[in-house]
């Protein structure tokens, strides 16, 4: 077994946010277990460990309930990155984003990195209804009977929510952190739409993260080899010097 799989200590924390019912659990389950399966609304929160490479990713699902506000900053904690979840069906979804959600990222990282997510695409853009069957891994009893490239029907529902809304929300996220658009990733590669359902670019928010995240862990790694001053030794050699204050 490699060293690396013995201690299942995270070397860093990823955090998601939203309000409830826009499929933050889902979005976990698809990409930890490759399923979409029934869920019931989150209490408090649930922690993820993901082994990515030679690290130990943890991701912190959060419930979107209102009486579990309070717990939310207590989560994005030390958070690297935070993904503020919204349902691309529902417009109050990414409203709300902004009044509660946003504040509570106060207790992350200073250089944490931001993603926006409009989930439940599959209710209103074909190509997130049509993944293939092979690449969203979901069985047909999950799914039902649509597991087609080409859907018999297409989405029905009413896209609120439009991606140039959502990198709106990017930029005054930035100006809320007080962060220039020029240092930081832009908008275009940190707004994403997805499907837990059918697993519509849920690998790729995932995968985009954890590499954006690579620095925070090797600095992280860095900060801890580096040179540390022995106390104890520090002592001993003050102590051989009579006059010496202790
Ligand atoms: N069509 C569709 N439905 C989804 C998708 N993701 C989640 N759902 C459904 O939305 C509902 C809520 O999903 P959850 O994952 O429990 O939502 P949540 O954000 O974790 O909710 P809380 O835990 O209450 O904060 C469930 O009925 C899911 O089946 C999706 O991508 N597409
Ligand atoms: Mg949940």
Sequence with gaps: MPDYAKTKKPDVKLVILGDMNVGKTSLLHRYMERTFKDTISTVGGAFFLKQWGPYNISIWDTAGREQFHGLG?????????????????KWQSLVELENRFVS?????????????????????????????????????????????????????????????????????????????????????????????????????????????VLPSIRRKEAQSDSPTVDLEECREVKGAKPGCCT
Excluded: W
Excluded at 73 to 89: E, K, N, P, Q
Excluded at 179 to 208: H, I, Q, W
């Design 73 to 89: 900053s207590m989560y994005c904690r030390g958070a690297a990155a935070v993904i503020l979840t919204y349902d691309v069906t």
């Design 104 to 212: 509570l990222t106060d207790t992350a990282n200073s250089d944490c990195i931001f993603a926006i997510v409009g989930n439940k695409a599959d209710l209103t853009d074909t190509r997130a209804f049509a993944v293939e069957p092979e690449e969203n891994g979901t069985e047909e009893k999950e799914q039902g009977p649509r597991a087609s490239s080409s859907p018999a029907a297409p989405p029905k529902g009413h896209k609120q929510v439009s991606r140039e809304d959502a990198v709106a929300l990017y930029s005054r996220i930035l100006q809320y952190k007080l962060l220039a658009e020029e240092t930081c990733l832009p908008a275009e590669r940190m707004c994403f739409e997805t499907s837990a359902k059918t697993g519509y670019n849920v690998d790729l928010l995932f995968e985009t993260l954890f590499s954006m």
